[in-house]
């Protein structure tokens, strides 16, 4: 209206990185009328992978975020047919008849109504980035620097393009190879990079119609875990029944080397199936049912050199006020399924934290800035460290107990079945709005103390 003085907003906000934990995050701000840029390196917002599941706390986590996030999963979400996920096992089978497509079961684990439902990931992106005004994205931003002028001033994002931005908080979601990640700890550091578990995946996705002809109902209308010796499957039906999404993860003895230093290489249905082919019937029938090209994966995880921790001291980049969040903090391997879910977590406790922080520099004025947004970060660490490094080790662990690794479960039902059920429930019935109190009781401490 004429004559109206807009009041400027308190904090600008720097998110480097457009997947999930970036966008999520994004959305969460946006909810809580907080200024926000996304930088993106690529040139477009993109998902690479196929399939993903969300555990029960991420959904949770997305309708305490921005009930648009629960919202576009769910409309995507292929809802499995019964409340169990199944672990069965892939590798033992009657060789007087091969033809038979049953496995004995190991274990199986209450999900709940709609618990673990998986989606194509560029299918739930695609929906989330419609809810992002086009002037709060940069693509072909990929990070180089931050320079920090002094508490007074706005941090300078210096970028590889020769553009330079300003901000007052950089949030870095920017993956497992995170560029924000290694200004942190330095590029030097055994930290700034994962590491290799010497596991790869095969991933592919079979329309339901083959899969179906081959399997039958049951085993393409669920969640499966296929457990062997050095090698597992999981199966689950995405793009709301139409496909189902394979993940087939072998144990690698080698270093993972790539010509471009990619963590992808492209491979074929005859090394899927060779790699399978002494597993039962339903696994070499689900191997023989890939496209003849496909994908294949290195796991690769922070576990074996974690970051001591997700934000920058006082005295380093930023002057404390540089995070990381989600794969960039904390990548893990897949087999818990938990990696995304537990970047929305991330950012619902930094989406939380810098709502209270806008309000905190409001109230003190813009020269108390520098000291509030590094009490943030500093109680972001502090919520989220310890159980996303625990996932991130269990994630590993519970990787070599799906391919008969461990010592002492092997491949015993009565072993594997409570290990798998303790290790899920921990990240499956996380109390959500325990963590959003614990955050805001924390922050409030901290500015006040």
Not at 15 to 29: D, E, Y
Not at 142 to 151: F, I, R
Not at 240 to 256: I, K, Y
Not at 345 to 356: F, G, N, R
Request: proline content about 4%; overall charge negative; aromatic content about 8%.
């Amino acid at each position: 209206m004429p004559g109206t003085i807009l009041k400027e907003k308190p904090l600008d906000v720097a998110i480097i990185g457009g997947g999930i934990t970036g966008v999520t995050l994004a959305l969460g701000l946006h909810k809580r009328g907080i200024n926000f840029t996304i930088y993106e390196r690529a040139s477009s917002f993109h998902e690479i992978g196929a399939g993903i599941g969300f555990t029960p706390n991420a959904e949770r986590a997305m309708m305490a975020l921005d009930e648009r996030i629960h919202q576009a999963f769910r409309k995507v979400a292929t809802q499995n047919s019964e409340d169990w996920f199944r672990w069965v096992d892939g590798y033992n089978y009657d060789r007087s008849n091969p033809g038979d497509m049953d496995e004995k079961p190991i274990f199986k684990l209450y999900l709940g109504e709609r618990g673990f439902e998986g989606c194509r990931r560029s299918d739930f992106l695609q929906d989330l980035v419609s809810h992002i005004p086009e002037e709060r994205v940069k693509f072909g931003k990929n990070l180089d620097s931050v320079t920090n002028n002094g508490d007074d001033e706005k941090l300078q994002l210096n970028f590889c393009d020769g553009t330079v931005e300003h901000t007052d908080i950089v949030l870095g979601c920017d993956g497992i190879r995170s560029r924000v990640r290694q200004l942190l700890v330095g590029i030097d550091n055994p930290a700034a990079h994962p590491t290799y578990t010497h596991k790869y995946a095969f991933r592919g996705l079979i329309p339901m119609d083959r899969a179906r002809a081959v399997l039958g109902d049951y085993k393409v209308s669920t969640r499966f875990m296929h457990l062997g010796p050095d090698a597992h499957a999981l199966t689950f039906p995405v793009a709301l029944g139409a496909v189902l999404n394979v993940v087939a993860f072998v144990t690698d003895p080698s270093d993972w080397t790539s010509k471009d230093g990619k963590l992808t290489a492209r491979a074929t249905r005859a090394e899927a199936e060779a790699a399978f082919s002494a597993f039962g019937p339903a696994v070499r029938a689900v191997m023989a049912l890939l496209p003849d090209e496909l994908d294949k994966w290195a796991v690769f995880d922070t576990r074996d050199h974690p970051m001591p921790a997700y934000h920058a001291a006082r005295g380093a980049v930023g002057g404390g006020r540089v995070c990381v969040a989600g794969d960039a903090a904390h990548a893990s391997a897949p087999h818990h399924g938990a990696g995304a879910g537990c970047g929305i977590e991330d950012a619902l406790v930094l989406a939380t934290v810098m709502a209270a922080a806008e309000s905190e520099v409001a109230a003190r004025g813009r020269e108390a800035r520098a000291g509030v947004l590094r009490a943030a970060l500093e109680v972001y660490n502090d919520v989220r460290y310890e159980r996303s490094q625990w996932l991130v080790d269990s994630s590993r662990r519970i990787g070599e107990l799906f391919e008969w690794q461990d010592p002492d479960c092997g491949s015993d039902p009565g072993k594997l079945g409570p290990e798998i059920e303790w290790r899920s429930r921990r990240i499956w019935d996380y109390d959500i709005d325990a963590m959003v109190v614990d955050t805001l009781s924390r922050f409030s401490r901290r500015v006040d103390g």
